[in-house]
Antibody
């Protein structure tokens, strides 16, 4: 079945970077894009951006422009999201989700990766 | 960004109840509205896409309606496994945005 498996929890200091991975299985990886969504404790989800696995095109939320990079590796069916210059308010669970395009629904989702930013 | 509003933030209901969950967009989003269910400690799960289309594998007691700015998720007969938080999400404008969620609790 279609699955997305994410890397484990991370603890980072303010100013550091984090790179979360998302390994896809059960479908043709290049036929879909990957969205990244984060959810701070007790809050609703927040969309960060989307990447086309087919051609690498990206669409980032303006809020994260300049601080986020999304990439894919088709040889391992893995997507990556790197967030730099971490702040305490970046503490959240980060999810990847399959999405054909920016304007389509997201399903399925990975299990989530908790990123904690604390000095 | 488009604001998605989901009042109330929580509601209490009993097994077997018909439950309706509203969602309002700050501007017209046509039918570009998706509904997700999230249980504690789990990832969101897609229930309804494009306002009224049932995602494969989702029980038929879930349905969605609406267009423009006002949308509704309906659970025709609430089951024990349906106690969760429900989020609406618009995908007409970039960035896609989510509502604050409605938590369905046991009465």
């Amino acid at each position: 079945q279609v699955q997305l498996g994410q890397s484990g929890a991370e603890m980072k200091k303010p100013g550091a970077s984090v790179k979360v991975s998302c390994k896809a299985s059960g479908y043709t990886f290049a036929s879909y894009g990957i969205s990244w969504v984060r959810q701070a404790p007790g809050q609703g989800p927040e969309w960060m951006g989307w990447i086309s696995v087919y051609n690498g095109n990206t669409n980032y939320a303006q809020k994260f422009q300049g601080r986020v990079t999304m990439t894919t590796d088709t040889s391992t069916n893995t997507a990556y999201m790197e967030l730099r210059s971490l702040r305490s308010d970046d503490t959240a669970v980060y999810y990847c989700a399959r999405a054909t395009n920016v304007d389509t629904a997201m399903e399925p989702w990975g299990q989530g990766t908790l990123v904690t930013v604390s000095s | 960004d488009i604001q998605m509003t989901q009042p109330p933030s929580s509601l209490s209901a009993s097994v077997g109840d018909r439950v309706t969950i509203p969602c309002r967009a700050s501007q017209s989003i046509s039918h570009y509205l998706n509904w997700y269910q999230q249980k504690p400690g789990k990832a969101p799960k897609l229930l309804i896409y494009a306002a009224s289309n049932l995602q494969s594998g989702v029980p038929s007691r879930f349905s969605g309606s609406g267009s423009g700015t006002d949308f509704t998720l309906t659970i025709s007969s609430l089951q024990p496994e349906d106690f969760a938080t429900y989020y609406c999400q618009q995908s007409y404008y970039t960035p896609p945005t989510f509502g604050g969620g409605t938590k369905v609790e046991i009465k």
